[in-house]
């Protein structure tokens, strides 16, 4: 059986945790590329950032900018953190994904509440070891 994606919800990118670095990305992001901030990111604790939206027609994506050198505070290990550079997709039903990665043979790790939210997110590896994440989303899409 197939995963079945909905849509690419944001790329997630690193940068220096560091103050400096944080609105340096945030200016870049905004004056050169004249991309728009979501205001609506939350504090997420010993992780620094922001998001900035992506417009693609009438749906909008985001590129998630995160503070963090290492392994970030709410990692599990060098591979198991969150803030690491990855594509995150909506799922149609994230039940049917876990278990056909788990059919699949493929090792993946949940996180959940990273950012206050009652759902839960999936993360695995492609086999050149690109990061992906999977959610269902919340809203109707």
């Known amino acids: 059986m197939t995963i079945k994606i909905k849509k690419l919800l944001h790329v997630g990118v690193r940068v220096s945790p560091d103050e400096d670095s944080i609105k340096k990305a ?3 992001y905004s004056d050169l590329l004249g991309l728009q ?8 604790q010993g992780i620094p950032g922001f ?3 992506v417009s693609a027609g009438d749906r909008t994506q985001q590129i ?21 550079t990855h594509m995150a997709f909506s799922v149609q039903d994230i039940e049917v994904a876990r278990a056909e990665l788990t059919e699949q043979g493929i090792h993946f790790w949940e996180y ?6 009652a759902s839960f997110q999936l993360f695995f ?3 050149c070891g690109n990061m992906i994440e999977l959610q269902q989303s919340q809203e109707e899409d």
């Open 26 to 28: 945030s200016l870049f």
């Open 51 to 53: 998001w900035v939206n």
């Open 64 to 84: 998630h900018v995160m503070g963090a050198m290492g392994a970030s505070p709410v990692s599990r290990s060098d591979k198991q953190d969150p803030t690491r």
């Open 37 to 44: 901030q979501d205001t609506k990111r939350p504090d997420i």
């Open 112 to 117: 959940g509440g990273l950012v206050g939210r």
């Open 125 to 127: 590896e492609d086999p």
